[in-house]
């Protein structure tokens, strides 16, 4: 675990503690552990190793540009969904060749960047997706390397809201009603696409590994069926979606994971790729709040801190868990709490109904397991500036995205009366 007490009761980072960073760099505010990130992802490669596969990391998950960058160094290819997250990964380093572009909804521009910059892999989800990606192809008379990502109409037993892999879902193209094989021989026979082959992505947050089993085995019988029509079928993109324990309790297990896809794909030929995101990065993040104020109300107290929704969205989002912890632990006596920031609005909270040690303002709390989908999710609202994010790397803070002033969000903006 990146984030650990000391002896004396004192949260810290990497050899740094997390009070003195508080002070330093301001709250609320977003600290990262290089060295988390690299053990997490060499122990993702490690995992996959044995059926080589090729990991290609979920920029949407965090997609700072040193975060990027440090994994990219460590041989991170990119997952994107948009022709931003594009500019991110190549201005990260990271080689066009080594980015897969997801996503159910890509524009005439993203289509045209990606292949411009020579994307590795296109995965579609539509008929008319491939249609436009052949269209744009010929028109520059190149061939675009295509994948098909299906929907195996399982159920990832997460969240509804990042559930992808049932049919109900906009994500992927049906198998059983022969809409991925049409679509595949579509590819097949034209002249501007290249088949590289099957994608599937069931959800995220996944904390039982069977409805990957259950994915992986009809992608491959989807495959074998598609290689004895004579369609070239190299790569099977086996998606994200493996869960963290946002209680804290342990960190994600890479190696059951690997050990199911090395039974699984044991003895098949197909060159195998991942895209982790969450798994890598939340619990290698953790954000850091002070407490403005505390006030009690009939049955519970309130601990009022100057983080909010529009920093760190899930529990609001998704009614998710994060431990939250003082960064100073403390014998004080303890209280039922909610744990509040300051937006308008019923939903801003960060945890509720919490057994929590009383806090005096100015105190700081360490949200823990905040580095995926965390400060990627953040808004302005409320004229709200982002948290500054931090990297610690070798005995070193980095401020990898620094605070902004209200005068420079005011400056995004054209005032036509003034
Ligand atoms: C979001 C997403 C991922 C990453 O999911 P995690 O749960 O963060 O691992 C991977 N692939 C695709 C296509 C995605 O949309």
Redesign the pocket.
């Known amino acids: 675990m990146a984030f650990t007490y000391d002896e004396n009761g004192q949260l810290t980072a990497d050899g740094f503690l997390a009070s003195e960073l508080a002070t330093e760099f301001g709250t609320p505010l977003y600290v990262y552990s290089a060295k988390g990130f690299t053990d997490y992802f060499t122990a993702f490669q490690k995992a996959v190793a044995p059926v080589n596969g090729k990991v290609h990391f979920?920029v949407?998950?965090n997609s700072n540009l040193a975060i990027l960058s440090l994994l990219g160094k460590l041989g991170a290819g990119a997952?994107i969904?948009s022709g931003g997250e594009m500019m991110r990964a190549l201005s990260a380093g990271i080689a066009a060749k080594d980015i897969v572009f997801?996503?159910v909804g890509k524009t005439d521009d993203e289509i045209r960047l990606a292949l411009a910059k020579g994307v590795g892999q296109i995965?579609a989800e539509s008929i008319a997706e491939i249609k436009r990606i052949e269209a744009i192809a010929s028109e520059w008379a190149i061939k675009a390397p295509v994948a098909i990502?299906v929907n195996p109409d399982i159920d990832a037993k997460s969240h509804e809201k990042?559930s992808?892999g049932q049919k109900s879902t906009k994500f992927g193209i049906p198998i059983d009603n022969g809409d991925a094989e049409a679509i595949y021989d579509y590819i097949h026979h034209s002249d501007h696409l290249i088949a590289r082959g099957l994608?599937v992505?069931i959800?995220?947050?996944?904390t039982d590994l069977s409805p990957f089993e259950h994915a992986y085995r009809k992608l491959i019988s989807l495959a074998e069926s598609f290689r004895q029509k004579g369609y070239d079928v190299p790569i099977l993109d086996l998606?994200?979606?493996?869960?963290v324990d946002y209680h804290g309790d342990s960190e994600p297990d890479f190696a059951s994971y690997g050990a199911l896809v090395s039974r699984i794909f044991d003895g098949l030929d197909y060159q195998l790729g991942f895209?982790?995101?969450?798994?890598?990065?939340a619990d290698n993040g953790m954000l850091l709040s002070s407490v403005l104020y505390t006030k009690s109300a009939e049955d519970k107290d309130f601990v009022i801190i100057d983080a909010a929704m529009n920093d760190l969205i899930r529990p609001t989002l998704y009614d998710a868990h994060h431990r939250i912890e003082p960064v100073t632990q403390s014998n004080r006596p303890r209280r039922i709490s909610d744990v509040v920031g300051p937006v308008c609005e019923t939903g801003d909270y960060l945890a509720k109904g919490r057994d929590f040690a009383e806090m005096e303002s100015g105190e700081v709390l360490a949200v823990f397991s905040a580095g995926?989908?965390g400060s990627v999710m953040a808004s302005h609202y409320n004229t709200r500036a982002h948290p500054a994010e931090i990297l610690i790397h070798d005995d070193k803070v980095h401020v990898i995205k620094p605070r902004k002033s209200i005068e420079q969000l005011l400056e995004d903006e054209y005032n036509p009366f003034s």
Not at 239 to 243: D, R
Not at 275 to 281: D, T, V
């Open positions: 979920a949407k998950a997952d969904v997801s996503g995965n990502r990042i992808t994608a992505h959800g995220s947050q996944l998606g994200g979606g493996l869960g895209e982790p995101g969450r798994s890598i990065a995926a989908y």
